[in-house]
């Protein structure tokens, strides 16, 4: 439907006249581009936002796509699907950030699969007040829910993609990285258990877990207490998303532009990568030396 109208400037222009006629929310239509995973739900919002706009239109230009329009259940698949698209990028937003890792984004995961469980149960109590579009378009046109079986599914689905795509994410075994403060972790190496033992007697040294984050707090251990630092920091230490990667490359796009094309793109990395990274000058030094000396 969408490609209907947008795929011809005519139509675009015509259908932005009856939109401006009627004093809809809207003048135009979204394309979806699959580079931009944003814009599935938006794209789905502002077409279900602009229905009877998009209706009449496609009456008008005797489209055969014009019909759909008036079968309640498809209008309210296409309420669905405006509102779960939103709830999957609030999530995948949330999980973006330079100060990520694999078990705050693991919270975040088993966080939204106990609202899929919610979420499933409220709707097999008819119950769809977290589906906002779905749940006004019902209370609009008072019309039956006729799609319940297949949100049930697609729910069930969904959380069953989630078990097979994460299902391997770290749980309570890893709770002493969390917070060393609340946690016997009895299964660890004794040198470990022992260090551990020692830092949650440091009440000067625990006075900085809530001031720093917890990949900086157990990189500052490394001298005090280095056989739990070096354990934490593995956990904490590899790249849980493809954000800084992303990021990298957004910098790079914004810094190559027609009045600096002909920099080192080499060196127009480094720099996107580090312009947020404090320099450890003492190691660099170190390193220096190291060379130095051979």
Same mark, same amino acid.
């Given at each position: 439907m969408?490609?209907?109208i947008?795929?011809?400037?005519?139509?675009?222009?015509?259908?932005? /006249?009856?939109?401006?006629?009627?004093?809809?929310p809207?003048?135009? %239509?979204l394309?979806y581009?699959k580079?931009?995973?944003? #814009?599935r739900?938006?794209?789905?919002?502002?077409?279900?936002?602009?229905?009877f706009? @998009?209706?009449?239109?496609? =009456? *008008?230009? $005797?489209?055969?796509?014009? !019909? =759909?329009?008036?079968?309640?259940?498809?209008?309210?698949? @296409? #309420?669905?699907l !405006?509102?779960?698209?939103?709830?999957l990028? $609030?999530?995948?937003? &949330?999980?973006h950030?330079?100060?990520t890792?694999?078990?705050s984004?693991?919270d975040?995961?088993?966080g939204f699969?106990g609202?899929?469980?919610?979420?499933?149960?409220?709707?097999?109590?008819?119950?769809f007040?977290?589906?906002p579009?779905?749940?006004?378009?019902?209370e609009?046109?008072?019309?039956?829910l %006729?799609?319940?079986?297949?949100?049930t599914?697609h729910?069930?689905t969904?959380?069953?993609?989630?078990e097979e795509?994460?299902g391997?994410?770290?749980?309570e $075994?890893l709770?002493?990285?969390?917070?060393?403060l609340?946690?016997?972790?009895?299964?660890?190496?004794?040198?470990?258990? +022992? +260090?551990?033992?020692?830092?949650?007697a440091?009440?000067?040294t /625990?006075?900085?877990?809530? &001031?720093m984050s917890?990949?900086?707090f157990w %990189?500052?251990l490394? /001298?005090? =207490?280095?056989?739990?630092?070096?354990?934490?920091?593995?956990?904490? %230490?590899?790249?849980s998303?493809? =954000?800084?990667?992303?990021?990298t490359f957004?910098?790079l796009t914004? /810094?190559?532009?027609r009045?600096?094309?002909?920099?080192?793109?080499?060196?127009d990395?480094?720099? *996107?990568?580090?312009?947020?990274?404090? !320099?450890?000058?003492?190691?660099l030094?170190?390193?220096?030396? !190291?060379q130095?000396?051979?």
């Open positions: 969408v490609n209907e947008k795929a011809h400037p005519l139509q675009t222009r015509l259908f932005k /006249m009856l939109c401006e006629e009627v004093g809809a809207y003048l135009s %239509l394309f581009s580079s931009r995973w944003l #814009s739900g938006k794209v789905i919002r502002r077409l279900i936002t602009l229905r706009e @998009v209706r009449e239109f496609l =009456y *008008a230009k $005797e489209s055969p796509l014009a !019909a =759909y329009w008036d079968e309640p259940k498809f209008v309210q698949q @296409v #309420s669905y !405006a509102d779960i698209p939103e709830k990028n $609030e999530l995948n937003v &949330s999980m950030g330079r100060n890792n694999i078990l984004l693991s975040k995961i088993n699969q609202k899929l469980n919610i979420w499933r149960r409220k709707a097999l109590n008819n119950v007040e977290m589906f579009t779905l749940h006004d378009l019902l609009e046109d008072e019309n039956n %006729l799609i319940k079986n297949q949100i599914e729910l069930d969904l959380s069953t993609k989630l795509w994460f391997d994410l770290p749980g $075994e709770d002493w990285i969390r917070n060393p609340r946690v016997e972790e009895w299964d660890m190496p004794l040198k470990h258990l +022992e +260090e551990l033992t020692d830092l949650q440091d009440r000067t /625990m006075q900085n877990f809530h &001031s917890l990949d900086r %990189l500052s490394t /001298m005090d =207490y280095p056989s739990i630092s070096d354990k934490a920091v593995r956990v904490l %230490l590899p790249f998303t493809t =954000y800084l990667a992303e990021a957004s910098d914004y /810094m190559k532009n009045h600096r094309a002909k920099l080192d793109v080499r060196n990395l480094r720099v *996107a990568a580090t312009r947020n990274t404090s !320099a450890r000058v003492k190691k030094v170190e390193v220096v030396q !190291a130095g000396s051979h």
